[in-house]
C-alpha cells in the first residue's frame, strides 16, 4: 500500500521502555485486515490493536475504534524502533487500510468518469451538481478526513512513547 506519511523521532529513551509501553497499550492480534472481527473480545481499554514484535523491534497497529466511526479511514502504522548512538530512532509509516484504499479509488473513479462526462457530452445543469459532488467535495472531504486519522493515530502513539510532537 501506499505510505501516506512518515515520520522520524530521535529520543533520549532506552529502546526496551519503549516496547514495554506499546505492550501494555496493544491488544495483540494478527488479524489487521478485519480487526472488528477481533474486538467481541478485546480489552476495550487498551487504544491500540495489532502485533508487536518485540525481538525485532517492530510493530503494526491501528486504532481501536468506536462502533459508530466507522465511516471514518482506517489507518494503519507500521513503526521501526532502532538503537543509535545511545538513543532511540523512531521511524513510524501511516497508510490506508484496505477498504479505505478501495473507497478511495472508487471516488477518483467517480471523479474521473464526471470529467469525461463533462468533456465528452454536452453539459446540462443536473451534470454540474454531478460534477462538483464528484470533483471538489468527495475527493477533498475524503482527503481531510485521512490525514485527520492520520494525526489522530500519530498523536495516540507519541502520547504513549512519551514524544513531543
Known amino acids: 500500500m501506499i505510505n501516506f506519511k512518515t515520520t522520524t523521532t530521535?529520543?533520549?529513551q532506552n529502546t526496551d521502555e519503549l516496547l514495554s509501553r506499546l505492550t501494555w497499550q496493544i491488544h495483540s492480534t494478527n488479524n489487521l485486515l478485519f480487526p472488528k472481527t477481533n474486538t467481541f473480545t478485546a480489552d476495550t481499554t487498551r487504544p491500540l490493536i495489532?502485533?508487536?514484535?518485540?525481538d525485532k523491534n517492530k510493530?503494526?497497529?491501528t486504532r481501536l475504534r468506536p462502533i459508530l466511526q466507522t465511516f471514518l479511514p482506517q489507518i494503519f502504522a507500521s513503526g521501526?524502533?532502532?538503537?543509535?548512538?545511545?538513543?532511540?530512532?523512531?521511524?513510524?509509516?501511516?497508510?490506508?487500510?484496505?477498504?479505505s484504499f478501495a473507497f478511495f479509488l472508487f471516488i477518483f473513479y467517480a471523479t474521473a468518469s464526471s470529467i469525461l462526462k463533462i468533456l465528452t457530452t454536452?453539459?446540462?445543469a443536473e451534470m454540474y451538481v454531478d460534477v462538483f459532488m464528484f470533483i471538489i467535495i468527495?475527493?477533498?472531504t475524503?482527503?481531510?478526513?485521512?490525514f485527520w486519522e492520520i494525526n489522530k493515530t500519530k498523536d495516540k502513539i507519541f502520547n504513549i512513547l512519551d514524544i513531543e510532537n
Open 80 to 99: 521501526q524502533l532502532k538503537n543509535h548512538n545511545g538513543k532511540t530512532i523512531v521511524t513510524i509509516k501511516y497508510r490506508l487500510g484496505l477498504f
Open 122 to 124: 454536452s453539459a446540462t
Open 59 to 61: 510493530f503494526d497497529i
Open 50 to 54: 495489532g502485533k508487536l514484535e518485540v
Open 10 to 12: 530521535e529520543i533520549n
Open 138 to 140: 468527495f475527493p477533498v
Open 142 to 146: 475524503g482527503i481531510i478526513l485521512a
